[in-house]
C-alpha cells in the first residue's frame, strides 16, 4: 500500500512537471533594473537558467521591461533588442553571447574537454567546498582544500561557481582549458527577507522591532522543541523550563508579563495559521509542552515581532508579543534530499550533596535530645529501620535509584524540489528521549508536506499540512506529589539513606518511618510501578489561493484547520504509598481542541520613481472549541487492570466534563510607505470582534503607526565609507489581550445545596456575577530603535528602548457579602515594563578561517501601578502541608516579589539572646534563629516584621554565540545567561531545616552545636521553627551562565552520489556556573502562572547531554 501511494505521488509530480514545461508562459514588469538583476528574476520564478561569460556580456545594463502572458523567445526579443546580445533558448537553457560569437549546439555538443581552475576569495584565500556545475545539467564538482578543481565539460559550456555567503558567477569556457575565479562576498543582508504578519518584507524596510533566527542557526545545533530554538537568539524574550522533563512544558515572556490573570504566553503563527499552543490532557506536573509537537527540523524561519507596530495586525492577541513559524518549503530545481540524524546520551546534569545514612542518624539523635526526647537510633523493636549507628555506613543513595544515564535520539528526512509549475518540500520524522528519571520518555513521529501549485500565471495554489503524533510515559516530580506522597524528585532527596529499600518482609517501605519526619513517598516504588500514559494528536492544515486579479493587486484566500486531541491515562498501583492507601487509583483525562480559520486578505504592490507602497487589507474569521472529560476510580482487585477499565473499581471518584466555544471575527490593515529608500512610515489598524467578552464591549479597534528614517541614504552620509547603515525607527501603537475564559462574562450555572423542608438538597444556581462591561486588557507600547551596520555590514547593532503600559487590567475585586458572591471578575488596574535590547552581531575574519558572533542583552523593568479597590496580600500558598507562602502582589511593585522575614543568623550567645528580638511563636535558645525586628517593638511576628527580601524577575538576561569555521571543519558555541534573580527554593524547607523532616543537606554538618558557634546554620531541633519557612531562608541568587550548546563538526566532500556529508558532536548543557544549590536555576515549577515565579519545588532536574550526529545531502 505504501509503495502504491509513493508511486502515485511521484507521478502525480512527473506529470505536473511535464504540464508546467508544455504551458510556460512569462509575466514579468520591471523598471530601471540591471539585466543581471532581471536574469535573476526569471530564474528565480521560472524554470529557466542562463549561460554567459560576464567577461564577454554587460549585465549590469539598465533596463525597463513590460511583458504579459508571451514566450520567452519574445520577452528576451524584446529585452536584448539592441544591446549587442544574442541568445538561443534550449530547453530550459538559455544561452547569451556577443552577437557575432554564438555557436551552434551541435557544435556545442560534439567535443567535450576537461577545465580546471582554482576558485579564490577577495583576499586571495581559498574557498573549500565551492559548487561548480556545467549549467542545464547535473554534471558538477566541489573545489577541494586548496580551491582546486577539475570537471568534464562541453567545448563550450557555461560554467556556474557558487558557494554560500557570495555572489554566483557565470563564465564560459569557450577556448578556455583553466579557469581562475575570485568570488565576491554576498554582505547584502538589508535585503533579506522576512516575515511579518500577513506577509514579508525586506529587512531594510522595517520599521518595528522584529527578531529573526534562520533555520541554518537553528539546524546547526540539534534542538528538540521550538523554546529551545528561541532561547537566547533573540532580545527581549525570555525562556525558562517549567519542567526539564521530557517534552516538558515551559515559560516564554516577550519583553515581560502585561497581565495578572490572563496568559502572558505570546501568539504563535504557523505558516500563516495563528494557533494555541494546545494543551495536554492535565496532571500532576507532568504535562507535556504542546510545543513540543512542532517538528523543528521542519522550520525554515522564526520571526519575533516585539513593539506594536509589528503585532498591532494581530490585535487582541498581540499584546503579549507574535511568535512566527514558517516551515520549509521547495525551491525550482531537481529534487534535494537530506537527511539528519544523532544519537546520543543524557546525564544527571547536577547531583545534590546529601546526608549519608550515619550523618542523617546522628542529626535525627541530636535533633531530640535538644527538643528533651530520648534517642531513636537504635531502636531495639524495629533494628530493620533504627539500627545502632555505628552499624550504618552510606546507605541508601536514592538519587541514583531514581537518576539513571537515558538515551535520545532523532531522525529526519526530506525532500524538495519543483519546477516553475510546482513546488513541493516533504518530510518526516521521528525523535525519542528517554528521561533522565527512570521510566519516563517522550516520542514524537511527525509529517508535513507543503506544496506550491501555478495553476495559471495568476492564480497559484498553496497547501501547507503538518501532522504529529507524540506519546510520553510521565512520572510525577514537581511539587510533593500531593501531601509528600507521590513526586519521585521530593522523595528522591528526602528519603532518608538511612531507609531501607524494602522493609524486614522484602515489600517496599511506604514512606519515612523516622519520628517527626514529614509526608514522603519512597521514590524507587514509584518509578517501578506508577504508570501514566500520555498522547497527543495534532493536525495543522491550510490551502491558500493567491489571484493577482492585476500586476499589483493579489487576493489571498485561507482556508485551515488546527485539530489536537489529547489523552492520560495514569494509575498508581498498590505497591506505592499512595496506591496502597485507596487500593489502587486511576485516572482517564481526554481532551479536544479545534480550531477553523479563514483569510481574506488583498495585497498592494506599487513602485512609482521614489515612491513605493505596500497595502494589506482583510477580514478573517476564527472559531475555537473545547472539550474536556475526566473520570476516576480506586479500590481495584488487580493493578493489572491499570486505567483501562474504570469499572474494574468498585469506588468511584466524581467525573468532571466540560465544553465550550469561542469566536474571533477581524478586520485589519496596513499600509507601509518609503520614498526615496529613506523615508519609510507604516500605519496598521486591526478591529476585533469576540464572543468572550461582555455584550457592551464585542468590539475593540488597535492601531499603531511607526516611523523610520535610513539616514546613511542621505548625500551627507554617503560618503562615510564605514557606516553601511544607519537607520532610526520611532513607533506607538496599541494591542489588546483576549486570552481568558470563554464564559467570563456571562452569569454561570453551577450545582449547590439548599435546605427544604429540613433537609439539604442538590440543586442548580449563579455561581458568579456577571459583568456586561468585561472588554480586553489593552496594552500601550512605546519603542524607539537604532540599527547600526560597519564596514559593508560586517558588523551590525540594534538598540532599542521601549515602554509598555497595559491597562483594564482583568482581576478579581473582592465584593461586599450582601451581594452573595465573594468576588466579580472586573477591568481594573494597570502595570508597566519598560526596558532596553541590544544586538550586535559581526563577522571577525571572513577568510579561509571564518568567525561569526551574534550577541544580545535585555533588561526589562516590571511594576504594578495601581489595583482599586485591592488590598496587598499574599497570593496563596506554595506548599499546604509545609506553609510556605506564595509571591506578594502590591501596586508600587514588580509582580512575583516575596515578602517574608529577614534571616539573621542564629543566637550565638546569652547576651544576643536576652537583647532580642524574640520570637512570639517559640521559646528561643542558643543556636536558634534570629530574624529582623522590622517593626521595632522587641518581638519577631511574621505580619507586623515581613520585608521584601526577593525578586524573581531578572536585572537582565543575555546570549552570545560563536560560529568558527576552517577548511572542512565547523565549531560553534551558544552561551546563555540571566543575572539578579532570586529563587525561592521549597526543597530548603526540608532538607536545610537542621530536623528529621527528611534526608538533609550536607552543609547541616555545619549546624550550630555548643563546641560549633561560627556558623549561621541552626541548631537540630525535631519541631522546626514555622518562622524559618516563612523567611528568606528559602530565597536564594538564581543568575547563572550556562554553556547550551557546543558543536564540532567536520564536512566531507566530492562524493559520487552524495552532495555533502557531515559529522558532528554536540554538547548539551556542559557546565553551569552559578550560586544556586538547586539541581537548576533555570526553572519554574509554577508553569506559566503570572503570580508564582522563580519557584524551584522538586522540578524535574535538567540532563547534561552529548550527541553524535550526521547532516547529509543528495
Known sequence: MCRKVLLSFLLFLLFANVQADDTQRINVRMNNISLRDFFSYIEKNYSYTFMYDNTDINDKQLISVNERNLPIEKVLASVLKDKGIRFEVQAFQIILSKANTIVSTENRQQARKNITGRILDEKGEPVIGANIVEKGTTNGTVTDVEGNFTLNVEENAAIHVSYIGYLPQDITSAGKNSLHVVLIEDLTTLDEIVVVGYGTMRKRDLTGSVSSIKSEDIQRSPVTSLDQAIQGKAAGVQVSQASSAPGGRVLIRVRGGNSLSSSNEPLYVVDGFPVSAGGSAGGNGTAQNPLATLNTADIASIEILKDASATAIYGARGANGVVLITTKRGEIGKPQVTLDVYH???????????????????????????????????????????????????????????????????????????????????????????????????????????????????????????????????????????????????????????????????????????????????????????????????????????????????????????????????????????????????????????????????????????????????????????????????NYSSDLYFANNLGAGTTYGQPGSSKSQSQLASYLGRVNYIYNDRYLFTLTARAD????????????????????????????????????????????????????????????????????????????????????????????????????????????????????????????????????????????????????????????????????????????????????????????????????????????????????????????????????????????????????????????????????????????????????????????????????????????????????????????????????????????????????????????????MRVKTMTLGYTFMNFRFINSLRLYVTGQNLFTITDYSGFDPEVNSQGNSNLQLGVDYNAYPSARAVLFGLNVSF
Open 344 to 634: 546520543g546520551v543524557q546525564t544527571l546534569a547536577k547531583k545534590l550533596d546529601l546526608m549519608n545514612a550515619r550523618e542523617y542518624a546522628t542529626l535525627v539523635n541530636e535533633a531530640r535530645a535538644n527538643d528533651g526526647q530520648s534517642p531513636v537510633f537504635p531502636n531495639p523493636n524495629n533494628l530493620h529501620y533504627f539500627p545502632d549507628i555505628s552499624a550504618l555506613g552510606e546507605g541508601v543513595d536514592y538519587q541514583d535509584e531514581v537518576f539513571h544515564d537515558a538515551p535520545v535520539q532523532n531522525y529526519n528526512i526530506g525532500v524538495a524540489g519543483g519546477n516553475e509549475g510546482i513546488r513541493y518540500s516533504v518530510g518526516g520524522g521521528y525523535f525519542g528521549q528517554d528521561g533522565i528519571i527512570r521510566n519516563s520518555d517522550f516520542n514524537r513521529a511527525s509529517f508535513r508536506s507543503n506544496l506550491d501549485i501555478k495553476i495559471t500565471p495568476a492564480l497559484t495554489v498553496t497547501t501547507n499540512i503538518t501532522a504529529s503524533h507524540s506519546w510520553a510515559n510521565g512520572m510525577p516530580s514537581e511539587g510533593d506529589g500531593g501531601g509528600g506522597t507521590g513526586g519521585v524528585v521530593h522523595g528522591a532527596i528526602v528519603m532518608p539513606a538511612s531507609v531501607p529499600i524494602f522493609d524486614a518482609d522484602g515489600n517496599y517501605t511506604m514512606t519515612n518511618p523516622t519520628p517527626g519526619s514529614t509526608p514522603s513517598n519512597n521514590p524507587v516504588a514509584t518509578v517501578n510501578h506508577y504508570k501514566d500514559e500520555q498522547a497527543i494528536d495534532r493536525f495543522l492544515g491550510s490551502v491558500d489561493a493567491s489571484w493577482a486579479i492585476m500586476k499589483d493587486l493579489t487576493l489571498k484566500v485561507t482556508f485551515g484547520t488546527d485539530l489536537s486531541t489529547a489523552n492520560r491515562a495514569f494509575y498508581w498501583p498498590k505497591e506505592t504509598h499512595r496506591g496502597s492507601s485507596k487500593n489502587g487509583e486511576a485516572y482517564q483525562r481526554y481532551r479536544k481542541d479545534a480550531s477553523y480559520l479563514n483569510e481574506n486578505i488583498l495585497t498592494y504592490n506599487k513602485q512609482l520613481g521614489k515612491h513605493a507602497i505596500n497595502a494589506v487589507g482583510g477580514y478573517t474569521w476564527q472559531v475555537f472549541h473545547y472539550k474536556y472529560f475526566e473520570a476516576s476510580s480506586t
Open 689 to 1040: 470582534g469576540s464572543s468572550k467578552f461582555g455584550t457592551n464591549n464585542k468590539w475593540s479597534f488597535f492601531p499603531s503607526f511607526a516611523l523610520a528614517w535610513r539616514a546613511s541614504e542621505e548625500e551627507f552620509l554617503k560618503s562615510v565609507d564605514w557606516l553601511s547603515n544607519l537607520k532610526i525607527r520611532m513607533s506607538y501603537g496599541k494591542t489588546g489581550n483576549q486570552n481568558i475564559d470563554n464564559y467570563k462574562s456571562l452569569a454561570m450555572l453551577g450545582t449547590m445545596n439548599y435546605p427544604l423542608g429540613g433537609t439539604l438538597n442538590s440543586g442548580v444556581g449563579p455561581n458568579n456575577i456577571p459583568n456586561p462591561d468585561l472588554k480586553w486588557e489593552t496594552t500601550a507600547t512605546t519603542d524607539a530603535g537604532l540599527d547600526i551596520g560597519l564596514f559593508n555590514n560586517r558588523v551590525s547593532l540594534v538598540v532599542d528602548y521601549y515602554y509598555k503600559k497595559t491597562t483594564d487590567l482583568l482581576w478579581n475585586i473582592s465584593t461586599p457579602s450582601s451581594v452573595g458572591f465573594s468576588s466579580i471578575f472586573k477591568n481594573i488596574g494597570s502595570l508597566e515594563n519598560k526596558g532596553v535590547e541590544v544586538s550586535l552581531g559581526a563577522d571577525v575574519f571572513t577568510g579561509e578561517f571564518k568567525w561569526n558572533t551574534q550577541m544580545n542583552w535585555s533588561r526589562n523593568r516590571n511594576k504594578v501601578l495601581e489595583i482599586p479597590g485591592y488590598t496587598p496580600n499574599t497570593q496563596g500558598q506554595l506548599s499546604g502541608h509545609l506553609k510556605v507562602n506564595g509571591s506578594w502582589l502590591e501596586p508600587g511593585l514588580p509582580v512575583g516579589v516575596w515578602n517574608l522575614l529577614k534571616y539573621d543568623g542564629v543566637f550565638q550567645d546569652q547576651a544576643q539572646l536576652t537583647a532580642g528580638p524574640r520570637s512570639t511563636a517559640n521559646k528561643d535558645q542558643l543556636g536558634d534563629a534570629r530574624f529582623i525586628d522590622k517593626s521595632g517593638d522587641g518581638k519577631i511576628n511574621y505580619t507586623d516584621d515581613r520585608m521584601i527580601v526577593g525578586d524573581p524577575n531578572p536585572d537582565f538576561i543575555y546570549g552570545w554565540t560563536n560560529n568558527f569555521s576552517f577548511k572542512g571543519f565547523d565549531f560553534s558555541v551558544y552561551l546563555q545567561g540571566s543575572h539578579g534573580n532570586d529563587i525561592i527554593n521549597i526543597q530548603r524547607a526540608e532538607t536545610n531545616i537542621s530536623g528529621p523532616w527528611g534526608n538533609q543537606r550536607r552543609e547541616i554538618l555545619n549546624r550550630w552545636t555548643p563546641s560549633n558557634t561560627n556558623t549561621n546554620i541552626p541548631r537540630a531541633r525535631v519541631t522546626v521553627d514555622p518562622l524559618l519557612l516563612q523567611s528568606d531562608w528559602l530565597i536564594e541568587d538564581g543568575s547563572y
